[in-house]
């Protein structure tokens, strides 16, 4: 607290306080992002400098031979491939269906409603892996292990409690004035869905679409156990990429940056609308 000359006292932190909060900050920022840089360090440098005893905080010999190994493995493309068409399944599903839900639950009233609700957030706190033996045991009755399908819809399982929550509370945050005006002016309600309630929707869906992309795309324990490696994510890849004679930290690294590109190049698509979907639905729910 600090009293100026013109008699308004102002209050915040002594600057003491101020340099020990900035000092905390910028230590806890190193210590996060030092991983990442550590996996860029190791990326580019040759074998001999990644198992070399002393470490180098920067490539003495620059090289791009890393990457060109992942890429050149057999099951690196592929696994991309696999990766980005689960993750694609999955979120559409996702959204669609969760979209759909949410819209029943926000919009209309009916019996057992406030159960539905209560359920949704009672699955959240279940771990999934507790359900990965049941899952895995339907799933082969189903003839649908080893398979893109099977994992999609095990995702769209994992990503719907989450989905139908949050879109919830985006729709709940537009006024049902606007559907019953519109209905005045002679729309009908499917009319109202798609001018109005989709529309006002976007960013909710933007900013739960890419919640769904980051789960679905690091996933690995499901797909792991699922579906063999020839059919399987870069999650998996990554761990393949291990061997009983050690392990190629080099292209392991490079694979993982390849790995992150995807999410990173997503979010850079849809960027501009993820913060006012992560605020629109945080008033009203």
Same mark, same amino acid.
């Given at each position: 607290?600090?009293?100026?000359?013109?008699?308004?006292?102002?209050?915040? *932190?002594?600057?003491?306080?101020?340099?020990?909060?900035?000092?905390?900050?910028?230590?806890?920022?190193?210590?996060? =992002?030092?991983?990442v840089?550590? $996996?860029?360090?190791?990326?580019?440098?040759?074998?001999s400098?990644v198992?070399?005893?002393?470490?180098?905080?920067?490539?003495?010999?620059?090289?791009?031979?890393?990457?060109?190994?992942?890429?050149?493995?057999?099951?690196f493309?592929?696994?991309?491939?696999n990766?980005?068409?689960?993750?694609?399944?999955?979120v559409?599903?996702?959204?669609?269906?969760?979209?759909?839900?949410?819209?029943?639950?926000?919009?209309?009233?009916?019996?057992? *409603?406030?159960?539905i =609700?209560? +359920?949704?957030?009672?699955?959240?706190l $279940?771990p999934?892996?507790?359900?990965?033996?049941?899952?895995?045991?339907?799933?082969?009755?189903?003839?649908?292990?080893?398979?893109?399908?099977g994992? %999609?819809? $095990?995702?769209?399982?994992?990503?719907?409690?989450?989905t139908?929550?949050t879109?919830r509370?985006?729709?709940?945050?537009?006024p049902?004035?606007l559907?019953?005006?519109?209905?005045?002016?002679?729309?009908?309600?499917?009319?109202?869905?798609?001018?109005?309630i989709?529309?006002?929707t976007?960013?909710?869906?933007?900013?739960?679409? $890419?919640?769904?992309?980051?789960?679905?795309w690091?996933?690995?324990? +499901?797909?792991?156990?699922?579906?063999?490696?020839?059919?399987?994510?870069?999650m998996?890849?990554?761990?393949?990429?291990?061997?009983? *004679?050690?392990?190629?930290?080099?292209?392991?690294?490079?694979? %993982?940056? +390849?790995?992150? =590109?995807?999410?990173?190049?997503?979010?850079?698509?849809?960027? *501009?609308?993820?913060?006012t979907?992560l605020?629109?639905?945080?008033?009203k729910?």
């Amino acid at each position: 607290m600090a009293r100026h000359d013109d008699g308004v006292v102002t209050v915040g *932190r002594s600057r003491i306080g101020t340099f020990f909060a900035n000092t905390t900050g910028i230590v806890f920022g190193l210590v996060m =992002i030092f991983p990442v840089y550590w $996996v860029l360090n190791t990326a580019f440098k040759p074998d001999s400098e990644v198992r070399s005893f002393t470490p180098t905080f920067f490539p003495n010999d620059f090289t791009l031979d890393n990457f060109r190994s992942a890429l050149g493995e057999e099951l690196f493309i592929p696994s991309m491939i696999n990766g980005l068409i689960i993750t694609a399944m999955a979120v559409a599903a996702a959204l669609v269906v969760g979209f759909l839900a949410a819209l029943a639950i926000a919009r209309f009233s009916f019996y057992g *409603r406030k159960a539905i =609700i209560l +359920i949704i957030l009672a699955v959240q706190l $279940v771990p999934f892996l507790a359900l990965l033996i049941p899952l895995f045991l339907m799933l082969q009755g189903a003839n649908l292990t080893n398979s893109l399908v099977g994992v %999609a819809l $095990v995702y769209l399982v994992l990503l719907l409690p989450y989905t139908v929550w949050t879109l919830r509370g985006f729709i709940s945050g537009i006024p049902r004035e606007l559907d019953e005006a519109a209905m005045i002016d002679g729309c009908t309600r499917a009319q109202v869905f798609w001018r109005i309630i989709l529309p006002l929707t976007g960013p909710g869906l933007v900013a739960t679409s $890419v919640y769904g992309f980051i789960q679905a795309w690091n996933e690995f324990i +499901i797909i792991n156990t699922l579906n063999n490696p020839q059919k399987q994510n870069l999650m998996a890849w990554l761990l393949y990429n291990q061997t009983e *004679r050690g392990t190629a930290w080099g292209p392991l690294m490079a694979g %993982a940056i +390849i790995t992150s =590109i995807p999410v990173v190049v997503f979010f850079l698509i849809i960027q *501009r609308n993820i913060a006012t979907g992560l605020t629109a639905g945080a008033v009203k729910g």
